[in-house]
């Protein structure tokens, strides 16, 4: 069983749309969760962190965790063509160094 | 955040050769990572580069095929050795920074290579 689980997608969505992209992760110990937007031939850039059961919203973005079920979501309201690319979840214990990484949601946003 | 500047941004080399890529941040950071992502996959941890110690390797990477160094706090550098065309990937490094909730990573802009 790997770490850190995702659809790898393609996602399409029309734009304007909502984009929901999952994550699933094994290790109940986990305590902070990331998610990373990779456009193709660029490296990861940081777009949410979230580290508490619920919501939190960052503009047109609202990441969810679930610890219960081991679940954390990225939602991407007004989707547009510019949020194509891969997105990455991440989760970490702190203190401990090492992340793990999904393999990666790629989501397509059509005009 | 933190500024992660690394180079070469793109390499080609013949088989059998070595490349070192080098990173540096524009703070002292206590831990440095290194990835690599092949194409249309995600990333693998290769080691983790502690200042003042050996570093850290993941299950699958060995020190003589990717010697790391990290002689300060801002600076860190990953040699890939004798290389095959096997090892043409992007190459990332990585830092991770405190947020108050333990650590977030902040990545460079990779290093492609490709090896002929």
């Known amino acids: 069983q790997k770490e850190v689980e995702q659809n790898s997608g393609p996602l399409s969505v029309p734009e304007g749309a909502i984009a929901s992209l999952n994550c699933t992760y094994s290790?109940?110990?986990?305590?902070?969760f990331f998610w990373y937007r990779q456009y193709s031939g660029k490296s990861p850039e940081l777009i949410m962190s979230?580290?508490?059961?619920g919501d939190k919203e960052d503009g047109r973005f609202t990441a969810q965790l679930n610890k219960a079920s081991q679940y954390v979501s990225l939602l991407i309201r007004d989707s547009q063509p510019s949020d194509s690319a891969t997105y990455l979840c991440?989760?970490?214990?702190?203190?401990?160094?090492?992340?793990?990484f999904g393999s990666g949601t790629k989501l397509n946003v059509k005009p | 955040s933190a500024v992660i500047s690394q180079k070469p941004s793109r390499d080609i080399c013949q088989r059998g050769t070595s490349l070192t890529i080098q990173c540096q941040v524009d703070?002292?950071?206590?831990?440095m990572f290194w990835y690599r992502q092949q194409p249309g996959q995600s990333l693998t941890l290769i080691a983790t580069?502690?200042?003042?110690?050996?570093?850290?390797?993941e299950s699958g990477f060995v020190i003589d095929k990717f010697p790391i160094s990290r002689p300060n706090l801002t600076f860190s550098t990953l040699t890939v050795s004798n290389m095959s065309p096997e090892d043409s990937s992007i190459y990332l490094c990585?830092?991770?920074?405190?947020?108050?909730?333990?650590?977030?990573?902040?990545f460079g802009a990779g290093t492609r290579l490709s090896v002929l």
């Open positions: 990585s830092v991770g920074l405190g947020g108050g909730h333990g650590n977030i990573q902040y």
């Open positions: 979230i580290y508490s059961n």
């Open positions: 991440a989760v970490n214990r702190y203190n401990f160094n090492k992340f793990y």
């Open positions: 703070s002292q950071v206590t831990m």
């Open positions: 580069a502690n200042q003042g110690s050996e570093a850290t390797y």
């Open positions: 290790d109940r110990g986990s305590q902070s």
